[in-house]
């Protein structure tokens, strides 16, 4: 078999189910690519070298455990290609992060070896040690972390004896700074000298100038490094306990990130700190700290006008709010996370009008169309069943020091949908309406001024003592 014609036809094997095809022949695969690889750094031939690692990557990968035994055949040559390759330009630098790809997807088809535990200490001292070598916005950085977490994820606990040899540098490139320069900008030249950066032009009203550069380098680095401190804290578990208290500031000034998968990611974090934790104080700790920065992200959630976003960060935030069985909050950051509440109805109101104003819209809709748009409707609706449980929490937590927020900020709302049912679109309005009010007559006084009709609070006193009690498992 020829080089030429393992690499124009290997990508047919990408997948799970040709990679059973292929196993059959790997033996035939992996020698001839064994000796192109060889040949490669023997010639340094930029272009067969690229199609070898790319080649390699893939094999490796969907091959996984049955790759481990051509491991040796090709390790060593890794090692040395990241020793002695230039890092000078794009096209090596892409070399040198495909050859980092590869090391880590061997290391880890070796997982059920014998010898694991000491591949993966000898590729653990390399990285380290190569990370020292090089720049911080290095763009090997983040290959390198995203090492780590191929090689966390198999090791579990076991792998918490390397944390004090990486893991600050891993919260510090979460912490990277992604530089923006625009023509305006003295540095916008040398940023633009930097590998993988972007540069280009915008032609839009909304921004002021013409030219601008982008360092995706950093930005990698620090979407890896969100990644790696979630997959790391999750796979440590118990183990991971030490570097919580560190790992909490850092993480929950990106709960309200602007890009979505590092807000994602730092939220779940949070769960893999708690996870991480035995003690019930070290966990009221870790939510009280983060309640603040969760409660930004709800009002920053709002902006992008993304129910499910919204969603997700309400939800996050109500596990977190549900913890806490002492009032432990100060009075400012339960005003703001009230206020993000009530902007969060507001949002439903909104989001609810489109919703029926695209209905009274389309003359005839078939079935599909209406399950689709009541769908759509009660994703909303989530949105009022989370605040609805969160104002019900902080009723029975804190008292009077809420009651006024939400019995003037937030029940209105609910009050609405339970006075007229015409302005319902869905039994569920109501009910959760029901549930709001049923938690206001049972932990709060009454002693404030309400702008809704106080006498439907009496009213209800009355009801829920013969029925709705008995009907609050929705």
């Known amino acids: ?21 292929a196993l059959p022949y790997a033996d035939q695969l992996l020698s ?45 040559g890794l090692k040395q290609l990241l020793d002695t390759i230039p890092n000078t330009d794009e096209k090596h630098t892409n070399i040198r992060l495909n050859t980092i790809e590869c090391m880590g997807f061997i290391i880890t088809s070796m997982r059920n070896l014998d010898g694991f535990a000491t591949e993966v200490d000898q590729m653990m001292e390399y990285f380290v040690n190569h990370q020292n070598r090089i720049a911080k916005d290095d763009p090997e950085q983040a290959c390198i972390m995203d090492v780590y977490t191929q090689i966390s994820s198999h090791m579990n606990e076991g792998f918490a004896k390397y944390m004090p040899h990486i893991f600050e540098d891993i919260l510090k490139a979460y912490d990277i700074e992604v530089k923006l320069a625009t023509h305006k900008d003295s540095n916008i030249e040398e940023l633009a000298k930097k590998k993988f950066a972007l540069t280009g032009k915008l032609d839009n009203n909304l921004f002021n100038f013409d030219n601008f550069v982008f360092d995706t380098a950093a930005f990698a680095i620090k979407m890896a490094a ?17 570097y919580v208290s560190h790992t909490l500031p850092v993480v929950a ?3 309200n990130f602007h890009v979505k998968e590092i807000s994602k990611k730092a939220l779940k974090t949070l769960k893999a700190l708690d996870m991480a934790c035995d003690d019930q104080k070290d966990m009221a700790d870790i939510f009280t700290n983060a309640l603040p920065n969760l409660s930004l ?5 709002i902006l992008k006008e993304d129910v499910a976003n919204v969603h997700y960060v309400l939800k996050q935030t109500n596990k977190a709010l549900d913890f806490l069985s002492q009032p432990l909050l100060a009075d400012n950051v339960l005003a703001d996370l009230l206020g993000g509440l009530s902007q969060v109805l507001t949002f439903c109101d909104q989001e609810k009008k489109k919703i029926i104003a695209e209905t009274k ?3 005839d809709y078939d079935d599909q169309k209406k399950e689709e748009i009541e769908k759509k409707y009660e994703e909303v609706n989530n949105l009022m069943q989370i605040v609805m449980e969160m104002s019900g929490t902080l009723l029975k937590q804190y008292g009077d020091k809420v009651e006024g927020l939400i ?26 309406a029901v549930c709001l009010f049923c938690d206001i007559l049972e932990y709060a006084s009454l002693n404030v001024n309400y702008t809704i009709d106080f006498n439907i609070l009496i009213y209800f006193r009355c009801l829920i003592k013969h029925q709705v009690k008995q009907q609050r498992s929705f």
């Open 1 to 21: 078999m020829s080089g030429k014609i393992l690499i124009s036809n290997l990508d047919i094997v990408d997948n799970e189910e040709d990679c059973k095809l």
């Open 32 to 76: 001839t690519l064994k000796n192109l690889f060889q040949k490669s750094l023997g010639l340094n031939t930029d272009v067969l070298l690229e199609d070898v690692l790319n080649a390699l990557s893939m094999l490796c990968s969907v091959f996984d455990l049955e790759f481990a035994k051509y491991s040796n055949d090709f390790l060593p």
């Open 226 to 242: 969100s990644s790696t401190v979630f997959s790391i804290a999750r796979n440590l578990r118990k183990a991971f306990y030490p």
């Open 253 to 255: 000034k990106y709960f």
């Open 297 to 301: 992200a709800v009002h920053d959630s």
């Open 361 to 363: 819209s389309l003359e």
């Open 407 to 432: 019995g003037n900020g937030i029940a209105p709302y609910y009050y609405n949908f339970l006075m007229n049912s015409e302005s319902s679109f869905s039994v569920n309005e109501t009910l959760y």
